[in-house]
């Protein structure tokens, strides 16, 4: 099945997937209701970490009248709400395969992704633990994921 026609049956909704669900070869609907599946736990997990991360928020308020907050509570902060962007960016992930979007668009979210979750190490990690060669190895990654990011989008404007 065409990819236009799967994407088109996401925007009009379920009476238009019912439409196209013949159509479809035992795969695509499999692979389909699976993603749908994944789609509604990562939708789930956000709520939760939305959750979490307000609560943590709120702790931070408290205890900054009882005596004040320590960087430590800065970095779990930061590192949950990277954490939350990472599982949106996952959701999109999802959004774009269910719209039959390009591989292109895809493997970009997917760089996206990487580059979070390593910013999101950056700020929680503590530079004591790690010796100066692996935190150069992260920076590398981080800087290679930006170039590619960055040539994705160039191609994505041609």
Known sequence: M??????????KGLQRLKELWPELTL?????????LIVSLVLALIIVVA????????????IAQFDGGVDYKMF???F???LTLLIALEFRNSIDAIL???????????VVLIAIIALARKFLVMDPKEFEPMMIAAFALVTLSLGVVYWLLAKKQTL
Do not use: C, P, W
Not at 2 to 11: F, G, M, R
Not at 27 to 35: D, L
Not at 50 to 61: G, R, T
């Open 79 to 81: 590192g949950m709400l």
């Open 50 to 61: 939305l959750l979490s991360l307000l609560e943590n928020i709120y702790q931070m308020v």
């Open 2 to 11: 065409d990819k236009n026609k799967l994407a088109h049956s996401n925007s």
């Open 27 to 35: 795969f695509e609907r499999f692979e389909y209701v699976i993603t």
């Open 99 to 109: 719209e039959g979007k390009g591989l292109l668009v895809q493997v970009k979210i």
């Open 75 to 77: 970095q779990i902060t």
